[in-house]
């Protein structure tokens, strides 16, 4: 069923443009708090945000739109999306709510909303909320003592980085280690350079002077080449990126150069082996992973499981299988040991436990497979279905058969711009150029 508002990952658009406006953000919060109102108990909502400038309009309409049906609200500021889901469940709240959108620009928010054990709505939750938009919710507004009531909470940050810092080994001390970490001007420009510090490194910040607009602005997991930069200018053993808001991380070794997510789970799945604690005798990616990553899982006696792209495709294979380690190549990782969601923070403070462990360079644990080609490519079309078409079927079907069994090739449809998405793979680097190369001209031709 095609739905109006609900994407891939919650509501998301321009603010203030065709779809997330403050009067839909309005009726989400009555329809997302009439549907998860269950008993008779005081109900409460936690809702965090990025630094966006459109955050304060979107969380007042929200706010209004939950204290009109009779919930309580929490308003936790900055935050990670992370933190949101945490928050939610320890604080015994029956939604949680992020104003995000994550690693977009600033003129774009979304709104992603959490059940009470901190994990995202299914899709016929969604549903649901979405046909009670369109309704008249009316007849269903609180009155007098029942209307809900807002307040802030200070704490919350404080709350987060003891959370964060109790996912280590007892007596982690990163004292000796220095550390860049640029926050993208985001949701962890507070919590992430604290967390790091209270763990005993000496934290060089950048990415943390948010002023509305200049959120993943040139900074952050989307454009790392300013913490190679500083990484390299400051002499650090690592660096660590996060985008807006703070689910996701890649991070940079002390030589400058980048380590994907692919590479953060191969580190972690390993070391997780090695000390008896990955559950499953494996972890989940997704069909972008590369090859190199899969290679050195089986060197591992690893299962390497494959899921669609998007999180909650990684966590129901995570779920499926039994893993407690799952993500994808943009640092969108998942350690269900402690968290319901992509953790940046929490990712890379895995990593840090084991440079400050082995005391190995950051080089040494990370850089240990050698990545496969690959190259990602995206194809405008200005109408129609160019993947249907005959000539670019026996075009595909044609280099797929040249790339050999070895090699991988994903093509698929953007799910919210006209783009055909083309990623190849193989130990090729020459083939896989040309048949990303031939593929991307047939569909040209066929648009």
């Known amino acids: 069923m095609a739905r109006k508002y609900f994407g891939t990952d919650g509501i998301r658009g321009l603010a203030n443009g065709e779809k997330l406006t403050p009067e839909l953000a309005l009726k989400t919060g009555m329809a997302t708090?009439?549907?998860?109102?269950?008993?008779?108990?005081?109900?409460?909502?936690?809702?965090?945000?990025?630094?966006?400038?459109?955050?304060?309009?979107?969380?007042?309409?929200?706010t209004a739109g939950f204290t009109a049906v009779g919930m309580d609200v929490f308003l936790l500021g900055p935050m990670p999306t992370p933190a949101v889901a945490m928050l939610t469940r320890s604080m015994r709240a029956d939604l949680g709510v992020m104003i995000s959108a994550s690693h977009n620009s600033f003129e774009d928010n979304g709104i992603k909303l959490f059940r009470p054990d901190g994990f995202k709505l299914c899709d016929e939750l969604e549903e649901k909320i979405e046909s009670l938009i369109d309704s008249d919710l009316t007849p269903r507004l609180s009155q007098g003592e029942d209307i809900g009531r807002a307040k802030r909470i200070?704490?919350?940050?404080?709350?987060?980085?003891?959370?964060?810092?109790?996912?280590?080994?007892?007596?982690?001390?990163?004292?000796?280690?220095?550390?860049?970490?640029?926050?993208?001007?985001?949701?962890?420009?507070?919590?992430?350079?604290?967390?790091?510090?209270e763990l005993g490194a000496e934290v060089i910040s950048i990415g943390v002077s948010p002023n509305g607009?200049?959120?993943?602005?040139?900074?952050?997991?989307?454009s790392p080449e300013l913490l190679s930069e500083k990484v390299r200018e400051t002499r650090a053993d690592i660096g660590i990126a996060l985008d807006g808001d703070a689910d996701r991380v890649l991070i940079v070794d002390e030589n400058g150069e980048l380590v994907d997510g692919d590479q953060l789970m191969g580190v972690i799945a390993q070391s997780w082996q090695e000390r008896g604690i990955l559950n499953g005798n494996g972890i989940a990616a997704t069909v972008m992973s590369n090859l190199g990553l899969e290679r050195f899982l089986q060197g591992l006696n690893l299962k390497l499981d494959r899921a669609k792209v998007g999180d909650r495709y990684v966590l129901e294979s995570m779920r499926e299988?039994?893993?407690?380690?799952?993500?994808?190549?943009?640092?969108?990782?998942?350690?269900?040991?402690?968290?319901?969601?992509?953790?940046?923070?929490?990712?890379?403070?895995?990593?840090?436990?084991?440079?400050?462990?082995?005391?190995?360079?950051?080089?040494?644990?990370?850089?240990?497979?050698?990545?496969?080609?690959?190259?990602?490519?995206?194809?405008?079309?200005?109408?129609?279905?160019?993947?249907?078409d005959a000539q670019v079927k026996d075009t595909i079907l044609r280099w797929e058969k040249q790339l050999g069994a070895e090699g991988r090739l994903l093509i698929r449809a953007a799910?919210?711009?006209?783009?055909?998405?083309?990623?190849?793979?193989?130990?090729?680097?020459?083939?896989?150029?040309?048949?990303?190369?031939g593929i991307s001209d047939a569909i040209e031709n066929a648009s």
């Open 33 to 62: 708090g009439l549907t998860f109102k269950r008993g008779e108990h005081r109900h409460r909502v936690v809702i965090g945000k990025d630094t966006r400038r459109s955050g304060y309009m979107i969380e007042n309409a929200l």
């Open 154 to 197: 200070v704490e919350a940050g404080t709350r987060y980085i003891e959370y964060a810092k109790r996912t280590l080994p007892r007596n982690t001390d990163f004292t000796g280690l220095r550390i860049v970490v640029d926050c993208a001007n985001g949701a962890a420009y507070n919590v992430a350079p604290e967390t790091l510090w």
């Open 213 to 222: 607009f200049n959120i993943n602005e040139g900074c952050g997991s989307t």
């Open 321 to 388: 299988n039994g893993f407690n380690v799952g993500g994808e190549q943009s640092g969108h990782i998942i350690l269900s040991d402690f968290t319901t969601t992509g953790d940046g923070l929490v990712a890379a403070l895995q990593v840090l436990q084991v440079v400050q462990a082995t005391g190995k360079s950051v080089s040494q644990i990370c850089q240990i497979y050698d990545k496969v080609p690959q190259l990602l490519y995206n194809v405008k079309f200005s109408g129609g279905a160019p993947l249907d």
């Open 415 to 437: 799910g919210t711009e006209p783009l055909i998405r083309i990623m190849a793979q193989g130990d090729d680097e020459v083939l896989v150029r040309q048949v990303v190369a």
